[in-house]
Nanobody
Framework: QEQLVESGGGLVQSGGSLRLSCAASGIIFSLYGMAWYRQAPGKQRELVAGITNYGNTNYADSVKGRFTISRDNAKNTVYLQMNSLEPEDTAVYYC?????????WGQGTQVTVSS
């Protein structure tokens, strides 16, 4: 069964750090492009960061220099290291895996940044 399971969310003060993890199962992880999206209350879901199966990365302008996406193909896991968190980063963060027409989503993990 194809599945993505996120972990690592929580409550943190402004300026703090969190690391999100997304463990994949049921897919050939090394072939998939992976990404993190987020959705704040009342807003559309937006791309935060992506990493191709080759390891090329891209970031939303709002998180460049603060967030880092990485992947460990041996562990079938993608990470999002989030530093210098701001209240505007508060959202549900979703993991995404994409390979041609196959597009998978995790259940999401809540990140709350207090001021």
């Amino acid at each position: 069964q194809e599945q993505l399971v996120e972990s690592g969310g929580g409550l943190v003060q402004s300026g703090g750090s969190l690391r999100l993890s997304c463990a994949a199962s049921g897919i050939i992880f090394s072939l998939y492009g992976m990404a993190w999206y987020r959705q704040a209350p009342g807003k559309q879901r937006e791309l935060v960061a992506g990493i191709t199966n080759y390891g090329n990365t891209n970031y939303a302008d709002s998180v460049k220099g603060r967030f880092t996406i990485s992947r460990d193909n041996a562990k079938n896991t993608v990470y999002l290291q989030m530093n210098s968190l701001e209240p505007e980063d508060t959202a549900v963060y979703y993991c995404n895996a994409r390979l041609r027409i196959n597009n998978l989503w995790g259940q999401g993990t809540q990140v709350t940044v207090s001021s």
